[in-house]
């Protein structure tokens, strides 16, 4: 019998036992040269005993043919040459299954066929059968149900610590808040003209000397006004402060938040101390020696009237 298979441009034809041809079919007739791959030489004997020792002949599970004496290979120079191997394929019939060049001008056709299912090294070794898979539960299903409630009540723990914390922290902010509070003024601070008591009335006599002092000194008293200014300072307790808003979308984000309320509450109260350490070094500071009063223009004039 002949068998053809046909990839792409050419056309195999295996006639067993004779020969193996190649050639290009177009409206089903030969175009071009026909070129022999091979005419049969030998095939592989099973009843030898050194081919039968052969383990790698029969681990590879096929017979085999040898074709040589073909065409002139234009590469190589030399006859074209071909194997044929003959696999078991049972409930099918024969044809081929592929064919190879694994080198110029040398070929290998696989060939499919129910004949040699017999022989038993030729026979496809029998499938393994699979295997049953047993699905052991790691819980029984009391145990499983013990297993959520106790992630259940951890839960819940955890949820009532951070609550806790957080009225803690909320509670130890509204009384850092209510502590500061307007710095008042120092006793043996002098009033204000206007703030006397109601039953001090003025002496007529000590304001017509507070007048004529004043008059004395107002050409001097200018030049020292800009260097007795002080700036008016803020007081601590009216600060204006900024609301920042956070987003709490699970615990993981609310440990955080309870955390940056620790860490800027931290940097408050650092910042609050260092302002009170700068206050209480300027308050200690000695003041300015004052300077030699000069007499009024009246005092300096008299010694010269006193000589004339």
Same mark, same amino acid.
């Given at each position: =019998? !002949?068998?053809?298979?046909?990839?792409?441009?050419?056309?195999? %034809?295996? !006639?067993?036992?004779?020969?193996?041809?190649?050639?290009?079919?177009?409206?089903?007739?030969?175009?071009?040269?026909?070129?022999?791959?091979?005419?049969?030489?030998?095939?592989?004997?099973? /009843?030898?005993?050194?081919?039968?020792?052969?383990?790698?002949?029969?681990?590879?599970?096929?017979?085999?043919?040898?074709?040589?004496?073909?065409?002139?290979?234009?590469?190589?120079?030399? $006859?074209? %040459?071909?194997?044929?191997?003959?696999? !078991?394929?049972?409930?099918?019939?024969?044809?081929?299954?592929?064919?190879?060049?694994?080198?110029?001008?040398?070929?290998?056709?696989?060939?499919?066929?129910?004949?040699?299912?017999?022989?038993?090294?030729?026979?496809?070794?029998?499938?393994?059968?699979?295997?049953?898979?047993? !699905?052991?539960?790691?819980?029984?299903?009391?145990?499983?149900?013990?297993?959520?409630? #106790?992630?259940?009540? /951890?839960?819940?723990?955890?949820?009532?610590?951070?609550?806790?914390?957080?009225?803690?922290?909320?509670?130890?902010?509204?009384?850092?808040?209510?502590?500061?509070?307007?710095?008042?003024?120092?006793?043996?601070? =002098?009033?204000?003209?206007? /703030?006397?008591?109601?039953?001090?009335?003025?002496?007529?006599?000590?304001?017509? $000397?507070?007048?004529?002092?004043?008059?004395?000194?107002? &050409?001097? $008293?200018?030049?020292?006004?800009?260097?007795?200014?002080?700036?008016?300072?803020?007081?601590?307790?009216?600060?204006?402060?900024?609301?920042?808003?956070?987003?709490?979308?699970?615990? &993981?984000?609310?440990?955080?938040?309870?955390?940056?309320?620790?860490?800027?509450?931290?940097?408050?109260?650092?910042? $609050?101390?260092?302002?009170?350490?700068?206050?209480?070094? #300027?308050?200690?500071?000695? =003041?300015?020696?004052?300077?030699? %009063?000069?007499?009024?223009?009246?005092?300096?004039?008299?010694?010269?009237?006193?000589?004339?």
């Amino acid at each position: =019998p !002949c068998f053809f298979q046909t990839k792409d441009w050419w056309t195999y %034809e295996f !006639c067993y036992g004779k020969h193996i041809q190649q050639y290009h079919v177009e409206e089903s007739e030969i175009k071009g040269d026909v070129l022999f791959l091979g005419y049969y030489q030998s095939a592989f004997d099973w /009843d030898d005993e050194t081919a039968k020792a052969s383990k790698q002949h029969r681990l590879k599970r096929y017979h085999s043919q040898s074709y040589v004496n073909g065409s002139q290979c234009d590469l190589t120079g030399r $006859a074209r %040459e071909a194997e044929v191997r003959f696999l !078991c394929e049972e409930g099918a019939g024969d044809y081929i299954a592929r064919v190879d060049e694994p080198q110029s001008c040398s070929y290998v056709l696989t060939v499919h066929t129910t004949r040699i299912c017999h022989h038993p090294f030729l026979r496809p070794p029998a499938g393994a059968a699979p295997q049953p898979i047993l !699905c052991q539960p790691a819980l029984s299903p009391a145990q499983y149900v013990e297993y959520v409630r #106790a992630q259940v009540s /951890d839960t819940k723990r955890k949820v009532e610590e951070i609550s806790e914390e957080l009225k803690t922290l909320d509670t130890r902010l509204w009384s850092e808040r209510e502590a500061e509070t307007p710095t008042q003024p120092a006793a043996g601070t =002098p009033a204000a003209p206007g /703030d006397a008591a109601p039953g001090d009335e003025p002496d007529p006599a000590n304001d017509a $000397a507070f007048w004529e002092r004043v008059r004395e000194v107002t &050409g001097k $008293a200018g030049g020292q006004q800009d260097s007795a200014r002080v700036s008016p300072q803020r007081p601590r307790g009216h600060t204006r402060k900024k609301i920042h808003f956070k987003v709490i979308r699970s615990p &993981g984000d609310l440990l955080q938040f309870i955390e940056e309320l620790k860490e800027s509450t931290k940097k408050a109260k650092e910042k $609050a101390s260092e302002e009170e350490e700068e206050e209480e070094a #300027a308050a200690k500071a000695p =003041p300015a020696p004052p300077g030699p %009063e000069e007499p009024p223009a009246g005092e300096r004039e008299r010694p010269e009237e006193e000589e004339e």
